[in-house]
Nanobody, 115 residues
């Protein structure tokens, strides 16, 4: 079955960096667009970034453009989210997502940006 396992979250000061990872299994990873979402307390889940199956195209929310970079390694069945210049408003649980007939989600990883 489809499994997505996120890691790499933590507590970081404003202006700092983190790299999130999402290890995928149970489907042909190299055939699917992958996405990162986030959900802050009392807010709707929002799309942060997406990457096509080959990694040739990425798209970002305006709020993270120029600061976050999504990438993938199809040999390792893993996607990454490099987050730089982090702001307190980036604090959220970050989720990996794939749509394969239905939405699949990981368990999420907490990112807290605070001094």
């Amino acid at each position: 079955q489809v499994q997505l396992v996120e890691s790499g979250g933590g507590l970081v000061q404003p202006g700092g960096s983190l790299r999130l990872s999402c290890a995928a299994s149970g489907f042909t990873f190299s055939s699917y667009t992958m996405r990162w979402y986030r959900q802050a307390p009392r807010k709707e889940r929002e799309l942060v970034a997406a990457i096509t199956s080959t990694g040739g195209t990425t798209n970002y929310a305006d709020s993270v453009k120029g600061r976050f970079t999504m990438s993938r390694d199809n040999a390792k069945n893993t996607v990454y989210l490099q987050m730089n210049s982090l702001k307190p408003e980036d604090t959220a649980v970050y989720y990996c997502n794939v749509v394969r007939y239905v939405d699949y989600w990981g368990q999420g990883t907490q990112v807290t940006v605070s001094s």
